[in-house]
């Protein structure tokens, strides 16, 4: 139930563009963006999502996976600007522990 909210959010959004913006729309059918603000609220309220892992993409974004411990993930990137799209989402999120790197 909780992830049919998310692909509604995700079918808004799209809509939304495709009003706004209908020759970008077509190339973003699968992006769901907004506030980046706005996306971690539903995430974290909606399907108990927490940020699980980030990383810099480039020196204007960021790259985000919520995971919730259902094993309901959600990746998702971020501009300076504070615009977040949703990429992908998913179910069975496992975290791995980190390997020690090489001795010194």
């Not at 959010?9 to 009003?19: E, G, Q, Y």
């Not at 706004?20 to 108990?48: E, M, N, W």
């Amino acid at each position: 139930m909780k992830r049919t909210m998310l692909y509604r959010l995700m079918a808004t959004a799209f809509v939304a563009s495709a009003i706004l913006y209908p020759g970008v729309a077509a190339s973003q059918a699968t992006l769901a963006c907004a506030k980046r603000v706005d996306i971690i609220a539903f995430l974290g309220d909606h399907l108990s999502e927490k940020l699980s892992a980030a990383g810099k993409l480039d020196p204007n974004t960021i790259v985000e996976i919520y995971a919730a411990e259902s094993g309901n993930w959600t990746l998702m990137i971020s501009d300076v600007s504070g615009r977040s799209c949703i990429i992908l989402s998913g179910d069975t999120w496992e975290s791995i522990p980190a390997l020690p790197g090489p001795k010194a």
